[in-house]
Structure formats: C-alpha cells, structure tokens
C-alpha cells in the first residue's frame, strides 16, 4: 500500500508538471503572438504617421501657395487702383518723395510690396519647385527697380534680404547660372 501511494504521487506529481509545462508554452505561445501583433500594430501606426505627414506637408505647401497668391493679387489691387504707382514698382521711374500724396503712395505701395515678396522667401521651401524659380526671379526683378533700390536704401533694415541682393543669388544658384 505504501508502494502505491508513492506511485499515486509520483504520478500526480508528474501530471502536475505536465500540466504546469502545458500552461507555461501556452502562457508562451500567447506571449509570443501579442509580440507579434504588437510588432504589426506598431508598423501599421508608422506606415499611418508617414503617409499622414506627407499629407500634411502637401496641405501646408498648397495653403502657403494660396496665401502667397492672395496677397500678391493684394499689391495688384492696390496697383489697380493707384495706377500711377505701377511705374515705380514695375519700371524704370525714380523714388518720388514721400511728403507729396502720389510719393507717400508709392512708398506705402513698395513697402507692401517688399513684403509680400520678403514673406514669400522667407517661405520659399513650401513654394511647388515648378513655381519658386519664377517667383524668385519676380522677386529679383521687383527690387532691382530704380525707386524700389531707393526705398531700399532708404530703409535697409527692413529688408536686409533685398538690400544685400540675395534674390539674385537665389536665383543664379536654382537656374545654375
């Protein structure tokens, strides 16, 4: 009898650790699977982030274009309306001086012309590529004018970009020329 207690024991000591190895490559199998789906989720959420950041970087690209474009369609308006100004902007007329109303004009109107164009290179790396060689020639163009030099020199702290002529750089270093 004592015989076959201790083989009663053994036996149930043996199906206990069997049953403890099953649960333990159960509790391993299982650990090993949420490794796996962790692993899944976690390049899924990347693969999500990326092409969500590169949505976004389309977005803020195509808004700054549309404010960009709004407010040159501004400095157009108020050329519309101040026609005599265009000359000074766009040609060849000399700086008037800004204590008559037409000078005081065209002051206000390349001061706010300076600045969209500032505004625009200062956000020149969201511009679509196909579009900021030109703008940056626009750019070059616009503050080589005689009365825009003038006002430039006039007020070289306000412009620093222009006054030192880095559009023409820009411009030389896009078109490699």
Known sequence: MFHSTINIIQTADSAAATAAEETSKAWQTAAAIA????????????????WQSRALSRSMKS???QAIVAMQVGV?????????????????????????????KVHAIIDIAMNVIDNTYQQRDLLPKDMLESWIYFAMETSERPA????????????????????????KRLTKG
Not at 35 to 50: D, E, R, W
Not at 76 to 93: M, S, T, W
């Open 76 to 104: 157009d308006k108020l050329l519309i309306e101040n026609h005599f100004a265009r000359p000074y902007l766009y040609g060849d007329k000399k700086l008037p001086k800004p204590t008559t109303e037409e000078g005081a």
């Open 63 to 65: 808004q700054s274009y």
């Open 35 to 50: 490794q796996v789906s962790c692993v899944i989720l976690t390049l899924i959420t990347i693969g999500f982030l990326i």
């Open 148 to 171: 825009v030099r003038e006002f430039l020199k006039l007020h070289p702290d306000w412009y620093p970009i222009a006054h030192r002529g880095e559009y023409r750089r820009e411009y």
